[in-house]
Nanobody, 124 residues
Framework: QLQLVESGGGLAQPGGSLRLSCAAS????????IGWFRQAPGKEREGVSC????????NYADSVKGRFTISRDNAKNTVYLQMNSLKPEDTAVYYC?????????????????WGKGTLVTVAS
Protein backbone atom coordinates (compact mmCIF):
# COMPACT_ATOMS: atom_id res chain seq x y z
CA GLN A 1 0.00 0.00 0.00
CA LEU A 2 1.25 3.44 -0.88
CA GLN A 3 1.74 5.82 2.03
CA LEU A 4 0.84 9.47 1.61
CA VAL A 5 1.22 12.14 4.28
CA GLU A 6 -0.45 15.54 4.10
CA SER A 7 0.85 18.60 5.91
CA GLY A 8 0.49 22.36 5.92
CA GLY A 9 -3.01 22.71 7.28
CA GLY A 10 -3.91 25.14 10.00
CA LEU A 11 -5.85 28.28 10.75
CA ALA A 12 -6.03 31.03 8.14
CA GLN A 13 -8.00 34.24 7.96
CA PRO A 14 -10.43 34.85 5.13
CA GLY A 15 -8.43 36.12 2.19
CA GLY A 16 -5.32 34.42 3.48
CA SER A 17 -3.20 31.63 2.03
CA LEU A 18 -1.94 28.20 2.93
CA ARG A 19 0.16 25.67 1.07
CA LEU A 20 -0.57 22.01 1.57
CA SER A 21 1.96 19.29 0.85
CA CYS A 22 1.41 15.63 0.02
CA ALA A 23 4.55 13.57 0.50
CA ALA A 24 5.00 9.97 -0.55
CA SER A 25 6.77 7.44 1.61
CA UNK A 26 8.26 4.21 0.42
CA UNK A 27 7.44 4.70 -3.26
CA UNK A 28 7.91 7.21 -6.02
CA UNK A 29 5.08 9.49 -7.04
CA UNK A 30 6.37 9.76 -10.61
CA UNK A 31 3.92 7.23 -12.03
CA UNK A 32 0.79 8.41 -10.25
CA UNK A 33 -1.74 11.12 -10.74
CA ILE A 34 -2.39 12.84 -7.43
CA GLY A 35 -5.65 14.37 -6.35
CA TRP A 36 -6.63 16.65 -3.52
CA PHE A 37 -10.01 16.11 -1.92
CA ARG A 38 -11.75 17.70 1.04
CA GLN A 39 -14.51 16.91 3.45
CA ALA A 40 -16.23 19.60 5.45
CA PRO A 41 -18.15 18.78 8.64
CA GLY A 42 -21.49 17.22 7.80
CA LYS A 43 -20.76 17.14 4.07
CA GLU A 44 -19.66 14.55 1.59
CA ARG A 45 -16.09 14.38 0.38
CA GLU A 46 -15.50 16.37 -2.81
CA GLY A 47 -12.72 16.58 -5.34
CA VAL A 48 -10.70 19.79 -5.27
CA SER A 49 -7.95 19.35 -7.82
CA CYS A 50 -5.94 16.71 -9.62
CA UNK A 51 -2.63 16.59 -11.47
CA UNK A 52 -1.34 14.03 -13.96
CA UNK A 53 1.81 12.04 -13.28
CA UNK A 54 3.99 14.29 -15.40
CA UNK A 55 2.33 17.45 -14.17
CA UNK A 56 1.26 18.55 -17.63
CA UNK A 57 -2.47 18.25 -16.98
CA UNK A 58 -4.55 19.54 -14.11
CA ASN A 59 -8.14 20.12 -13.21
CA TYR A 60 -9.97 22.07 -10.53
CA ALA A 61 -13.37 22.16 -8.94
CA ASP A 62 -15.32 25.24 -10.00
CA SER A 63 -15.38 26.42 -6.38
CA VAL A 64 -11.57 26.78 -6.26
CA LYS A 65 -10.68 27.79 -9.83
CA GLY A 66 -8.54 30.88 -9.90
CA ARG A 67 -7.72 30.57 -6.18
CA PHE A 68 -5.99 27.19 -5.80
CA THR A 69 -3.01 25.87 -7.73
CA ILE A 70 -1.84 22.28 -7.78
CA SER A 71 1.75 21.45 -8.62
CA ARG A 72 4.24 18.66 -8.16
CA ASP A 73 7.95 18.23 -7.65
CA ASN A 74 8.73 14.65 -8.51
CA ALA A 75 12.34 15.11 -7.44
CA LYS A 76 11.04 15.81 -3.94
CA ASN A 77 8.33 13.18 -4.24
CA THR A 78 5.78 15.79 -3.22
CA VAL A 79 2.62 17.37 -4.58
CA TYR A 80 1.45 20.78 -3.43
CA LEU A 81 -1.81 22.66 -3.23
CA GLN A 82 -1.37 26.42 -3.00
CA MET A 83 -4.55 27.92 -1.63
CA ASN A 84 -5.05 31.67 -1.95
CA SER A 85 -7.99 33.96 -1.23
CA LEU A 86 -9.30 31.47 1.27
CA LYS A 87 -12.95 31.56 2.25
CA PRO A 88 -14.70 30.18 5.33
CA GLU A 89 -16.35 27.60 3.07
CA ASP A 90 -12.90 26.16 2.33
CA THR A 91 -12.80 24.87 5.89
CA ALA A 92 -12.41 21.09 5.71
CA VAL A 93 -10.08 18.17 6.17
CA TYR A 94 -7.97 17.96 3.03
CA TYR A 95 -6.77 14.62 1.75
CA CYS A 96 -4.44 13.62 -1.06
CA UNK A 97 -4.77 10.37 -2.97
CA UNK A 98 -2.87 8.51 -5.69
CA UNK A 99 -4.27 6.95 -8.80
CA UNK A 100 -4.37 7.30 -12.57
CA UNK A 101 -5.10 10.09 -15.03
CA UNK A 102 -7.80 9.74 -17.67
CA UNK A 103 -6.78 11.96 -20.60
CA UNK A 104 -10.21 11.68 -22.24
CA UNK A 105 -12.03 12.95 -19.17
CA UNK A 106 -9.16 15.14 -18.03
CA UNK A 107 -9.51 13.83 -14.50
CA UNK A 108 -8.06 11.42 -11.98
CA UNK A 109 -9.50 7.95 -11.47
CA UNK A 110 -8.93 4.89 -9.33
CA UNK A 111 -7.81 6.83 -6.25
CA UNK A 112 -7.11 3.79 -4.10
CA UNK A 113 -4.44 5.11 -1.73
CA TRP A 114 -5.20 7.95 0.66
CA GLY A 115 -3.44 10.00 3.29
CA LYS A 116 -4.97 10.67 6.69
CA GLY A 117 -5.72 14.31 5.98
CA THR A 118 -4.82 17.75 7.27
CA LEU A 119 -7.31 20.18 8.75
CA VAL A 120 -7.75 23.62 7.19
CA THR A 121 -9.80 26.15 9.11
CA VAL A 122 -10.61 29.53 7.62
CA ALA A 123 -11.97 31.95 10.20
CA SER A 124 -11.39 35.49 11.40
Amino acid sequence: QLQLVESGGGLAQPGGSLRLSCAASGFTLDYYAIGWFRQAPGKEREGVSCISSGGGSTNYADSVKGRFTISRDNAKNTVYLQMNSLKPEDTAVYYCAAGGWDPLRGDCYGMDDWGKGTLVTVAS
